[in-house]
């Protein structure tokens, strides 16, 4: 295909060459009479032609990209973009919206160890060149932390509250700070933050009823456990509850196969990639990120 799309481009140039090569080849003289043919300057002209033609496409084209678009996209598409920049942004230490792009490219496929550490290149870069990062930034850096580690730890609520530092108003950063809350027990704080985010979030949130579910069930614990460690396994029972309820939550499927992974569940994995893979059936993306963490842990 590649050698097909060459001999096109190379057709294609000559073509261009003849609109410059032609005028010089056959030249008329203001009184009408044909003029002297100029061989060496037309074969100059095309040569120049052809050499601009060829060092544009050797710096900008994209050879895959154009064959990409006659053939049409596949499966592997997206997940062959996420490699190829995450192997040129070593190259481009300073490239934000790079680094942010790759980190959310890794998210949407459930890495988010390697989506925390492209957010944490572009939270340094950003705050050596402002002095701050941007709050969005943050909150996108702090979700993949929570994500990676399975529970919002120390290191998730730090940035976390950094962002409300920031803005005060952040959805996600009060959200994530509620459960580092509920989770250490301060009930009665965390359900503050949650009323306040239910308050201020758009009617048709997706996320509203679930978070409705977390607030009854956090204000149904007894006082003798609330100050207790959380307990992953009914952490892990909750997500996959809600997940029969609202299955189409490709995170929520990502997170549940890799925390049954965690807890060495190889079983109850293998079963939620089967349902993943299902209720996902006809949709690129999400059977590829699901393929992807499959690898990662071990599932076939």
Do not use: C
Not at 89 to 109: F, K, Q, S, V
Request: aromatic share 6%; no cysteine; hydrophobic share 45%.
């Amino acid at each position: 295909m590649t050698f097909v799309f060459i001999s096109v481009f190379a057709l294609v140039a000559l073509f261009a060459s003849a609109f410059v090569v032609l005028p010089l080849i056959k030249k008329e003289r203001p009184n009408g009479v044909t003029g002297k043919r100029n061989p060496l300057l037309a074969l100059a002209a095309a040569l120049g032609m052809a050499a601009v033609g060829i060092g544009t496409y050797a710096a900008l084209g994209q050879p895959r990209i154009a064959i990409s678009g006659l053939t049409g996209p596949t499966a592997n598409d997206y997940p062959e973009l996420i490699a190829t920049l995450a192997r040129r942004m070593p190259n481009r230490p300073g490239d934000i919206e790079g680094w942010t792009l790759l980190g959310r490219g890794y998210m949407a496929y459930g890495n988010a160890n390697q989506a925390a550490k492209a957010f944490r290149q572009a939270v340094d870069i950003s705050k050596a060149r402002d002095g701050a990062a941007p709050p969005q930034l943050l909150s996108n850096y702090g979700e993949a932390l929570a994500q990676d580690a399975g529970e919002v730890n120390k290191d998730a609520e730090a940035v976390f509250r950094e962002v409300l530092q920031e803005d005060p108003n952040d959805l996600m950063a009060r959200y994530y700070v509620g459960v580092a809350l509920s989770h250490r027990g301060d009930k009665e704080n965390a359900l503050k933050l949650w009323e306040s985010v239910l308050a201020d979030a758009p009617p048709n949130a997706p996320w509203r009823q679930d978070l409705l579910n977390q607030m009854v069930a956090l204000r149904s614990q007894g006082g003798a456990g609330a100050g207790g460690p959380p307990n992953p396994q009914a952490m892990v029972a909750q997500l996959a509850s809600r997940l029969e309820a609202m299955p189409d939550d490709i995170n929520g499927w990502l997170m549940l196969i890799r925390a049954y992974s965690v807890l060495q569940q190889k079983d109850k994995a293998a079963e939620a990639l089967s349902k993943a893979r299902s209720v996902f059936a006809n949709q690129a993306e999400a059977l590829a990120a699901l393929t992807q963490i499959a690898q990662q842990n071990s599932l076939n």
